[in-house]
């Protein structure tokens, strides 16, 4: 029984190691191209070289992601250019903000008022 164990695990590890990664712009192309139809499900997943059950389990979530974010349920993630523009609009307030601050302590000191009393 031990012989037979050994070349099951040999296999198991070649098949764990050989497993093919896909990155997420390899399954949406593999999405889109079978929801095209022009194929069946079955000739595009063997000409694809993946399970049809993979196929349609990549095909529901991508869907699934779609109507959540259509549907507002997720958040977007902000482009580089938003984030760049929102450091920018909130640099600027800062400096600002520290500018009125240092006007009011010079008008103050110039009044003779030593330190600014804020109550919230």
Do not use: H
Request: net charge positive.
């Amino acid at each position: 029984m031990s012989k037979k164990t050994d070349p099951e695990r040999v296999v198991r590890e070649i098949k764990r190691k050989t497993r093919r990664k896909f990155s997420a712009e390899e399954k949406i192309r593999i999405i889109l191209e079978g929801l095209r139809g022009e194929l069946s499900i079955a000739e595009f997943c063997r000409r694809e070289g993946i399970s049809p059950n993979l196929y349609y389990s990549w095909s529901k979530d991508f869907l699934e992601a779609g109507n959540r974010r259509l549907m507002g349920d997720t958040k977007r993630e902000a482009t580089s250019g938003e984030v760049a523009s929102r450091n920018r609009s909130s640099s600027t307030s800062i400096s600002a903000s520290s500018t009125r601050q240092t006007l009011l302590l010079r008008a103050n000191k110039s009044s003779g008022i030593t330190s600014l009393n804020r109550s919230s």
